[in-house]
């Protein structure tokens, strides 16, 4: 059995309504990252400087060095660039993603953020990777982040960000800290929850694009009117799918010796003035979405076909494609995922199958179909699917000249093509059914082969859309 772990479906096209308070049409959530002090620096017990998210194009870590420049950088972080963004902010509910080790060296910014009001979450021990750690060194490190800032604070974090996370963030930050919500996700525009550490976790997306990080990198912002203008245009398209009915959640990232230059918390301020005059706009923090959520949209129990064992798996879909369970055996023994988690998904599995199957199996499938208001109809013997789809287009009420037309019609499609003549009946009415059975008796055997596999395909799609939903 092979499954893949990724999920690359999310919601999709079923975005649920997040039902913002007071009917918002979306939710704005501003980070600031306070790393400053807390970055790579061999005064802290590492093993070179850092080399991330600074002025310095192209830096590099200075092995068993410190760097004059880089440690500069930072501290107007901390210095000028945090007061800077808080005086911008201090209004606003925004979420703080904190770097135990900085917020321990920085007690007047941490009291600033408490009268504030902002919500102070975790950012891990240190502004550091975490890619290369054991899992039980990472673990120890998350543990030391919860008890640290829980006695800096004063209050343990109820959410958590790494930010150079590992493989194993996710699981080992579920598994120790309780959390309301990760944020170590760039994979939606809405909270979803994910089974983490034994545990149903709630994950509420961050953001790479609308922050300011990019005026740190080689192909990011190089002044404030771009930074400004792409703030503007995420807002305003997730404001429209709010309008339209599809609220959304636009993260924004800010980072203290970054956006707190001049130049780039102007822009910033009139990025948010056109989001605050706009009317349904909610500023929250990540805490009271993620409280939101969690109530309005608590975690579901629901079976997921690729966590489904071969038995369970034939069960629920091995009549779906008519008396063939064969097709259902080697489908679970593809790799499924979560993306296969949902009708298009099954079908996807199902239908690989039959359309790689030789002529023969899929022959096969054919010739387990029913004929249309036929014998087994009469009989009574039709399976439950086929007895309420031909239900459904009246195929049960055929007057006595109707049935002959039927018993005619169908006897001499299978005498001429080899199977019965097969189509969705829930696509269609007992008129167009008729229809394309006079239209298609005339093609020629290999036309209508294909068009009978179609349209066994569309049937085993509106037989799983019954079962799972659409």
Known sequence: MQRYPRDMAGYGRNTPDPQWPNGAKIAVQIVLNY???????????????????????????????????????????????????????????????????????????????????????????????????????????????????????????????????????????????????????????????????????LIVPYTMDCNDMRFAIQAGFTDGAQFEGYLKDSFDMLYAEGQAGAPKMLSIGLHCRLAGRPGRALALKRALAHMAAQEGVWFATREQIADHWAKVHPPQAVARPSQMDAQDFVAAFGGIFEHSSWIAEAAHAQELGPHSDSAAGVHNALARVFRSADAEKRLAVLRAHPDLAGKLASAGRLTADSTAEQAGAGLDLLTDEERATFTRLNSAYTEKHGFPFIIAVKDNTKASILEAFHRRIDNDRDTEFSEACRQVERIAQLRLIEKLGA
């Not at 802290?44 to 998210?53: I, N, P, R």
């Not at 060095?65 to 209004?91: C, K, P």
């Not at 993603?97 to 102070?120: C, F, H, N, S």
């Not at 919500?181 to 979803?192: E, G, H, K, R, V």
């Open 35 to 201: 790393e400053e002090g807390g970055e790579n620096n061999i005064l802290h017990g590492d093993a070179a400087s850092e080399a991330f998210l600074s002025e310095i194009t192209g830096a590099q870590p200075w092995p068993g060095q410190r760097h004059w420049n880089m440690e500069t950088i930072y501290e107007y972080g901390s210095r000028a660039g945090f007061w800077r963004v808080h005086d911008l902010l201090r209004d606003i509910p925004i979420t703080v993603y904190g770097v135990t080790t900085a917020l321990a060296r920085a007690p007047e910014q941490l009291q600033a953020m408490k009268d504030a009001g902002w919500e102070i979450a975790s950012h891990g021990l240190k502004w550091i990777e975490h890619k290369d750690m054991s899992a039980e060194e990472e673990r120890a490190q998350i543990r030391e982040a919860i008890r640290l800032h829980t006695e800096v604070v004063g209050t343990p974090p109820r959410g958590w960000y790494t930010g150079r996370c590992s493989m194993n963030t996710i699981d080992l930050a579920a598994a120790e800290g309780d959390f309301a919500y990760i944020a170590d996700s760039y994979a939606d525009d809405l909270p979803y929850w994910v089974k983490a550490g034994g545990r149903n976790q």
